[in-house]
């Protein structure tokens, strides 16, 4: 079965589901109903609370177990539930762009776990699985082919992919990458969210969550004062301008390109960076699983081209 995961530093996305990436370890079954993986001795629980970020997400096995919820997620998805045989899974992964040469042969590794078959528990049900092979893809491009029919058409666009930690810029030439513009900044919402908790804790004494900076930012109903409502909002928009002068400086002007945003932060920013003068001509792909289905796209198209899996 091909399964894909995008791994983000707030977010595991599949090309159906969605759920934050925070894990809680124990080696006592909880107590309170909540999704639960039994493997390798110990139990582990999903969060709400994220992972600090890792620029090497194999240093330990928590992203692993997370995969494990995804993989577990999207076979129940497709209705297989305690299947009677150990499942075969390509795993479709995806990299930052500027970190893909370095580090996609690691990551690769990391899943495939020498080819042997991996036993777990998930919410009490049992399931074999063996991951026999692991296609690791550039994020931002991925999201990309989700719109490859409209960008083919511009000479000239940027990818921006606003994710938890980095932000992908890519630049496009009908389409196509051009590698004269494949970065990736460590400026993601979460820096944002970091400011935000530092400043609102040192005016106010608060001690806010990402959902509270969400519901300001989205202009969702929240309890926060008002004032701090302000800081939150005026935060943002100084964060987005802040961006924008920094690709300035490495002349990357998004005044004169199509900008494509893609990413959970792109949504999040949207009414913000709709109503920004440094960005001329704004698209969003609102589908915040656009990496999980490109890697899709991307392997399916590649078979259908040389064969096989």
Same mark, same amino acid.
């Given at each position: 079965?091909? @399964?894909?995961v995008?791994?983000?530093?707030k *977010?595991?996305?599949t090309?159906?589901?969605l759920?934050?990436?925070?894990?809680v370890? *124990?080696?006592?079954q909880?107590?309170?109903?909540?999704d639960c @993986?039994?493997w390798?001795?110990?139990?582990?629980?999903?969060?709400?609370?994220?992972?600090?970020y890792? %620029?090497?997400?194999?240093?330990?096995?928590?992203?692993?177990?997370? !995969?494990?919820f995804a993989?577990?997620?999207?076979?129940?998805?497709?209705?297989?539930?305690?299947?009677?045989d !150990?499942?075969d899974v390509t795993?479709?992964?995806?990299?930052?762009?500027?970190?893909?040469?370095?580090?996609?042969a690691?990551?690769?590794?990391?899943f495939?776990?020498?080819?042997?078959?991996v036993?777990?528990e998930?919410?009490? %049900?049992?399931y &074999?699985?063996?991951i026999?092979?692991?296609?690791s893809?550039?994020q931002?491009l991925?999201?990309?082919?989700?719109?490859f029919?409209?960008?083919?058409?511009?000479?000239?666009?940027?990818?921006i992919?606003?994710g938890?930690?980095? +932000?992908?810029?890519?630049?496009?030439?009908?389409?196509?990458?051009?590698?004269?513009? +494949?970065?990736? =900044?460590?400026?993601?919402?979460? !820096?944002l969210?970091?400011s935000?908790f530092?400043q609102c804790?040192?005016?106010?004494?608060?001690?806010?969550?990402?959902?509270? @900076?969400?519901?300001?930012?989205k202009?969702?109903?929240?309890?926060l004062?008002?004032?701090v409502?302000?800081?939150?909002?005026?935060?943002?928009?100084? =964060?987005?301008t802040?961006f924008?002068n920094?690709?300035g400086?490495? *002349?990357?002007?998004?005044?004169?390109?199509?900008?494509?945003f893609a990413?959970?932060g792109s949504?999040?920013?949207?009414?913000i960076?709709e109503? *920004?003068?440094?960005?001329g001509?704004?698209?969003?792909i609102?589908d @915040?699983?656009?990496?999980a289905?490109?890697?899709?796209?991307?392997?399916? &198209?590649?078979v259908?081209?040389?064969?096989?899996?």
């Amino acid at each position: 079965m091909i @399964i894909s995961v995008d791994h983000g530093n707030k *977010s595991i996305k599949t090309p159906h589901l969605l759920f934050t990436s925070g894990l809680v370890e *124990s080696e006592n079954q909880p107590g309170i109903k909540t999704d639960c @993986i039994f493997w390798d001795g110990k139990y582990y629980s999903l969060t709400e609370k994220r992972i600090s970020y890792l %620029r090497d997400k194999t240093e330990d096995d928590r992203f692993f177990v997370l !995969t494990l919820f995804a993989i577990a997620k999207e076979l129940e998805y497709a209705g297989i539930k305690e299947p009677d045989d !150990t499942v075969d899974v390509t795993l479709l992964i995806g990299l930052p762009p500027a970190h893909y040469g370095q580090l996609h042969a690691r990551f690769e590794q990391y899943f495939l776990r020498k080819h042997e078959v991996v036993d777990f528990e998930y919410n009490g %049900r049992y399931y &074999s699985i063996r991951i026999g092979k692991v296609v690791s893809y550039t994020q931002a491009l991925a999201a990309a082919v989700t719109r490859f029919g409209e960008l083919k058409k511009h000479a000239s666009s940027y990818i921006i992919d606003i994710g938890g930690y980095t +932000v992908d810029v890519l630049k496009l030439r009908y389409g196509k990458p051009d590698l004269a513009v +494949v970065e990736s =900044f460590e400026q993601g919402v979460i !820096t944002l969210y970091n400011s935000i908790f530092s400043q609102c804790n040192s005016q106010y004494a608060l001690h806010l969550e990402d959902c509270d @900076i969400d519901e300001v930012i989205k202009g969702e109903p929240t309890i926060l004062p008002g004032e701090v409502q302000i800081l939150i909002r005026k935060m943002a928009s100084q =964060f987005l301008t802040e961006f924008c002068n920094f690709l300035g400086e490495r *002349s990357i002007d998004l005044k004169v390109s199509k900008c494509v945003f893609a990413g959970g932060g792109s949504l999040l920013l949207r009414q913000i960076i709709e109503r *920004s003068d440094k960005i001329g001509f704004p698209i969003f792909i609102e589908d @915040i699983h656009a990496n999980a289905v490109g890697y899709d796209l991307l392997y399916k &198209s590649e078979v259908a081209v040389h064969g096989g899996q």
